[in-house]
């Protein structure tokens, strides 16, 4: 099942509100693209992330079948409008994270890089996702239907 619409765009809302707000949204579609330190990953890649805004920061998380994971983290207060439905999110941190036998390992990397997202009523939803840090670089890129569900009212 795709993420409705109606599910999408608090996520959108949520980015450029003020930095306090705190949201978690899960997106559903398929990972097209994931690269982790300059390694493709993307074939293990899950057709879900998770779009969370926590104080000032907004973050993109991708996970993976294989128990790695990458988030794409900057503040929301640097959010800039690319084009009427297209927003630019400045990233200064990536965190990659890894299974192991110990739990999951997760070190935070500082950053230089971009997401890009549009907006949700204009059909597929793309959230693009590059930055590069001392280890290397790391690319993400997912796209989901945004649909309205059943019984909502047309906008």
Do not use: H
Not at 79 to 102: C, M, S, W
Request: hydrophobic share 35%; proline share 7%; charged share 20%.
């Amino acid at each position: 099942m795709k993420t409705p619409s109606a599910l999408i765009l608090p996520v959108l809302v949520a980015l450029a509100s003020p930095a306090g707000a705190q949201t978690a949204i899960k997106l559903e579609g398929t990972c097209e693209k994931l690269i982790v330190a300059g390694l493709d990953v993307t074939q293990n890649c899950k057709d879900t992330m998770m779009n969370t805004v926590s104080r000032n920061r907004t973050s993109f998380d991708f996970s993976a079948w294989d128990g790695r994971s990458l988030s794409f983290s900057g503040s929301g207060a640097q959010q800039e409008r690319t084009e009427e439905t297209d927003a630019l999110q400045p990233i200064n941190l990536v965190v990659p994270g890894e299974k192991t036998d110990e739990g999951v390992v997760r070190g935070p990397l500082a950053a230089v890089g971009s997401c890009s997202f549009s907006n949700p009523q204009e059909g597929k939803t793309a959230i693009t996702c590059e930055a590069t840090s001392a280890k290397g670089r790391y690319e993400a890129r997912f796209v989901t239907d945004a649909k309205t569900p059943p019984g909502a009212p047309k906008p």
